[in-house]
Structures are given as structure tokens and as C-alpha cells.
């Protein structure tokens, strides 16, 4: 009979439309700006650069060594080496970014720059409402505004955090063990040579701490 | 009937090279690029006589974004979240075709549960893929709002599943070559079988509203038949092809990853008109959670990543590979070549969804504009693959 098809199709909706005064999942959206989903852990939006401490200038963790940039598939990351080195938040000496930029109009979000950062540098945040009236300037995000602390990591992702936070400390006790044994090594050779050549101070033959561990290689 | 595609754009038909329009009685319109049937930026060039379709130009390349050449210039993890944007629906699948390239030409094997982890997501990608298509195929037929409403309500808890897992909805970026990025979140598998518990309950109700509804057997029922020799000569794959009563389903037929693990059946078509292009797809859906319900049962701990798969500094031994999966629209296939770089010398994709289109003008011969916008909302297409 011909109308049977829309009284079934009105019923199928009607159906709907009273359950969705007693049924949440029938009902799916929500207020926006004034009620706000959680997102799920695991949700990225734009990346920024992770600094220990109170002080984003000095404890960035970032040695500017752009393996990132040249990863970054739509090349939206721009960084400019430092000339001089400074010590880090680790006490080691560092190279660190004089400019650190990313245009998060150009970047895709992929995350590939946190997988190939080998210094737990770089990561996902979950801010998205960048909004602005500003065409240009206002989304090349330079260091400053990158610059987020590891505080702020730990909990937007909890899991991810630990994980890292194990990495950093698994790798700074090796670095520890490492410097202490080389320290000890040198420390003896110059012992040995003090003893060989007894009118050199001992300062002059020991060397700057952690020399040439620093620089990571690069991938072709 | 009114015409609505035919209603911008119309201009007097020419004579062509080969004399088809004649005498000013046949219109020649262009449909699209802008036009809302089209699903994006495409362009159907139709010659009318009255409102019967006698000739058809599909027009592509207004999203072309050089894909190729893009990957080509890239390492190859960088053309990973670029193959998210090719058919944007699927992300997953096309992570997956991806990585099985690469791992053909690298020789990286993927761990068990890595292998269930990618069945998983591939076939969430395939229920929120066919849900949402049957939703647009009868939005095109003119049922505007709810069918195609409730399909987007259905498939939003497929990406919610998604995004716990990957960190994005539809730019999922997560297969890497010789696994997957990361593990599943705790309680995911959970989740994901309660959703798997209720899309029966979905699909019934979106049957009953559709599948019965005299309309849509009205507008579909011997509409743009594609017979199965034509389709084969075409090369046209995935549920337009089984619609033609073709059995060919590259999960049977080349058994990739652990799909000769599960049980399910590949169904097929009598027609291989647009109803029955939506029926498959349907019926894929019921089959799709069958593998889901297997895949979620069996799925066994483990590392979800080869060990020796690296990163930073990929460089595959020169050779060739081509990778082939059944996505949701098709055969989608890359097709790498090495010469031992960090970049593919050459990266060819076999876009489903391009190929299917080419048959398109054969489909629409004979039928009302109308008919050739449902038509083509039965192909299934998504630009961004078409175009790359």
C-alpha cells in the first residue's frame, strides 16, 4: 500500500524523538562552550616543548639538535641553533634553540615529532581553541609560548608522563654511571701521570666534564 | 519530478566533435564542482535529453594535492599521517595498506598482537565507513536529516572507540611498519565490545526505517545496474563489485594479516544496482562485527611492535612492493619502489575509490539526473582519494 513506508519511517522516528528525553545515549550532543567533553587521554592537538623547573628559559629540555624539524612531515618547525652552549637543567652542557617556531597552521598534528625526539622533548597538548583574529602572527608559536612545564605533561598524560619520566631517569643514571666511571678512569690516568710528572697540577689534566656525549647523530 | 542538480548551470548544449547534441534540444550541464551531491569537489558533465542522461564526464583533480610526489620527497614514516588524507574516512585502513607495503619491501614481520589490533581497527573503519555511506546514500535520494543523522550519531561512537586509542578522530596516524604506535588503553577492549554488543540494535532500527521503505526500493530497485563482466573488465573492487555478483574479497582471496583466522562470509549481489550496493553494504556491517566479536575475544597479549623496526633512519634495501588491502571502498594498494634511500624512488597508490568512478558514465546511461546523483552516492567515493 502505497504511505505504508513513511507511517513506518514517522513511527521509527517518533520512537526516537520521546527516547531521547529518557535515554542520555539518544541525545548525544552537548552545550559546547559551556559543558565540555572529556577528552580522552590520549588525544593531541599541537605540540610544545617540555621544560623542568619554574624557569621555561633555562630548564627547556630541547638541545636543538632538529631532528624534529627535519621529521616533521609538512615542515611547520623552525629552529636556529644556539652558537654558545649553556648547562642544562641535567648539569650537562647543551646546545639549546636560539628560535624555536611552529606554525600550528601548517602542523597536521601526526605526533611524529614526539616519536623520533630523542630527549623527551617535544609532546602533544591538548589545547585546541587557537582561535584568533591576528591572520599571521598569532599562530607561529615562537619558544616562549611553546614552552610548557613538565608539571603541565604530567597531566594532561598521566601514562605517557610516567613512561617518560622513567626514559629521562633510566637514562640519566646511565649518564651518571657513565661520567662517574670515565671520571674515575681519567682521574686515575692522571694520577698515574701526576705521578710520572709530578710538577703538573692535577686541575690542568682533568677534562670538562661530559665532553662528547652531547651531540646526538644524525638521521640520514 | 523536479531537477535539482540540473537547476545551476545549465547552458545550451554545442554540437560536439562527435555530433551528439543535436538540434538544441539536449541541454549540456555541469554538475558540481560545487554542488552538494557530489560529495565533495567533483564535477559530472552530463548531457541531457529532457531529463534522461545521454552522456556523462566525471571531472576530477580539484582536490589534487600531489600525494605522490609529496611521499616521494619524504622519509618514509613522514608519508604515514599523509596517508590519513587520502580517503579521510578511513584513516585506519590506509595506515594499514601503507605499512604492508613497507613491510613487504623491509621484510618486517608484525607481532600477533599487532596483527589483531590492526583487524580490530580496520573493521571499525569499515562500520563507521558503511554506516555513514548508507546515511549519504539516502540523503542524496532526498531523505534529508535523519537517516543520514542517525548514521553520524552511530559512527561518532566508533570514533570516540578511535580516538582513545589513536589521539584523533579521523587523523588517526597510528600504524607504524612492523606494528602499531602504541598499546590499547586499559579498558579499551571493553568498550569496544560494548559497542560491538549494541550495533545490532542500530542496524535493526536503520533497516526498519530503510531497508523495507518503498521509496528507497522505488529509486534504487533496477537503478544503475553495473553487470559482472563489465565490472570486472573495469577493474572496479570492493562492494560494487560483490553487489555484481563478482566473489571476490581481497580478506579471502589474499588473506593478508590474520584474516584466515575468523569466519565470515563475503556477501553478494543479484543485480548490481544500487540497491543492492546498499544492501551489501549492510550486510558487510553484520559480517564486520562478526570479526570484531572473534578478533575481541581472541586477542592475546603482547608487544604491539617489531623490535627491529626503527624509526629515525629507515632505509628499506632497494626492490619493489606492492601492498594491497580491502578497504571499505575497495582494493586499496601502494606500490613502493626502493633504491635503498630514505624516500621511495616511486609511491604509487591504487585509489578504490577513482577506479570505481570511471565506470560511472556506463551506470548512468539512460537514467533521470536524479538517478545519476543516487548513482553516484552508491559508488562510494571520498575526494581526497580520488584527486590525492
Known amino acids: 500500500m502505497l504511505g505504508q513506508g513513511i507511517a513506518k519511517g514517522l513511527l521509527q522516528t517518533a520512537r526516537n524523538l520521546v527516547a531521547t528525553y529518557v535515554d542520555k545515549d539518544r541525545l548525544p550532543t552537548i552545550e559546547y562552550p559551556e559543558e565540555r567533553q572529556k577528552l580522552p587521554e590520549a588525544t593531541r592537538q599541537f605540540p610544545f616543548l617540555v621544560h623542568d623547573g619554574d624557569d621555561p628559559s633555562k630548564g627547556l629540555r ?3 639538535c632538529q631532528i624534529c624539524e627535519k621529521e616533521c612531515p609538512p615542515k611547520c618547525i623552525y629552529i636556529v641553533k644556539s652558537k654558545d652552549k649553556r648547562v642544562d637543567y641535567k648539569g650537562q652542557t647543551q646546545f639549546y634553540p636560539a628560535v624555536f617556531d611552529i606554525d600550528v597552521s601548517v602542523c597536521m598534528s601526526c605526533q611524529i615529532c614526539v616519536e623520533v625526539c630523542p630527549f623527551e622533548a617535544i609532546k602533544m597538548d591538548t589545547a585546541f581553541e587557537f582561535s584568533t583574529p591576528d591572520r599571521f602572527g598569532a599562530l607561529l608559536l615562537d619558544k616562549h609560548r611553546l614552552a610548557k612545564s613538565a608539571a603541565h605533561y ?67 | 519530478m523536479s ?75 613522514g608519508s604515514m599521517p599523509y596517508t590519513d588524507r587520502l580517503d579521510y574516512f578511513c584513516s585506519l585502513t590506509n595506515n594499514w595498506a601503507y605499512a604492508l607495503a613497507v613491510e613487504k619491501l623491509a621484510g618486517l614481520a608484525v607481532p600477533e598482537r599487532a596483527e589483531y589490533i590492526r583487524v580490530i581497527t580496520a573493521e571499525l573503519t569499515r562500520l563507521q565507513n558503511h554506516t555513514s555511506v548508507c546515511g549519504f546514500l539516502l540523503q542524496d535520494m532526498g531523505a534529508l536529516g535523519t537517516p543520514l543523522m542517525w548514521a553520524f550519531r552511530q559512527r561518532e561512537k566508533v570514533l570516540d572507540l578511535v580516538e582513545s586509542l589513536t589521539g584523533a578522530r579521523m587523523m588517526c596516524n597510528y600504524m607504524r611498519f612492523g606494528g602499531c604506535r602504541c598499546d590499547l588503553p586499559p579498558g579499551w577492549i571493553a568498550q569496544a565490545r560494548v559497542l560491538v554488543d549494541e550495533y545490532p540494535r542500530f542496524l535493526e532500527e536503520f533497516e526498519a526505517l530503510l531497508s523495507g521503505n518503498e521509496i528507497l526500493m522505488a529509486r534504487t530497485q533496477g ?94 634495501k632497494a626492490g619493489e612492493a606492492y601492498g594491497r588491502i580491502e578497504s571499505p571502498k575497495g582494493e586499496l594498494g601502494f606500490y613502493l619502489v626502493s633504491d635503498g634511500g630514505p624516500n621511495p624512488y616511486r609511491y604509487r597508490v591504487r585509489p578504490p575509490s577513482l577506479i570505481n568512478l570511471t565506470i560511472l558514465e556506463d551506470m548512468c546511461l539512460g537514467h533521470s539526473v536524479a538517478d545519476a546523483v543516487v548513482i553516484l552516492g552508491s559508488v562510494d567515493i571520498v575526494l581526497g582519494e580520488v584527486d590525492r
Open chain 2, 3 to 77: 531537477l535539482p542538480a540540473a537547476a545551476s548551470h545549465a547552458i545550451r548544449a554545442r554540437l560536439d566533435a562527435e555530433g551528439n547534441a543535436s538540434g538544441g534540444d539536449q541541454l549540456e550541464v555541469a554538475m558540481g564542482p560545487q554542488h552538494p551531491s557530489t560529495h565533495g569537489v567533483f564535477r559530472m558533465d552530463v548531457v541531457l535529453d529532457g531529463e534522461t542522461v545521454v552522456k556523462l564526464k566525471p571531472v576530477f583533480g580539484y582536490l589534487h594535492r600531489n600525494h605522490e610526489k609529496i611521499a616521494e620527497g619524504t622519509s618514509y614514516l
Open chain 2, 223 to 316: 537503478v544503475g545496474r553495473l553487470p559482472a563482466a563489465l565490472a570486472v573488465a573495469a577493474g572496479v573492487t570492493g562492494p560494487m563489485l560483490r553487489a555484481s555478483g563478482v566473489d571476490h574479497d581481497l580478506r579471502k582471496v589474499d588473506r593478508y594479516g590474520i584474516y584466515d583466522r575468523f569466519q565470515f562470509r563475503v556477501p553478494l549481489g543479484d543485480h548490481g544496482d544500487v540497491f543492492d550496493r546498499y544492501m551489501i553494504r549492510v550486510l558487510e556491517l553484520r559480517e564486520s562485527l562478526g570479526i570484531l566479536d572473534q578478533a575481541l575475544r581472541d586477542i592475546p597479549p603482547g608487544p604491539v611492535i617489531d623490535p627491529k623496526a626503527k624509526l629515525r633512519g629507515f632505509r628499506p
Open chain 1, 154 to 220: 604530567r597531566e594532561i598524560h598521566p601514562a605517557d608522563a610516567a613512561e617518560s619520566d622513567a626514559v629521562m631517569a633510566a637514562e640519566s643514571a646511565k649518564a651518571e654511571a657513565k661520567a662517574k666511571g670515565d671520571a674515575e678512569a681519567k682521574a686515575k690516568a692522571a694520577a698515574a701521570k701526576l705521578a710520572a710528572v709530578p710538577n703538573v697540577s692535577p686541575e690542568a689534566q682533568l677534562p670538562p666534564p661530559n665532553s662528547g656525549s652531547d651531540s646526538p647523530t644524525m638521521p640520514m
Open chain 1, 62 to 64: 630541547c638541545v636543538a
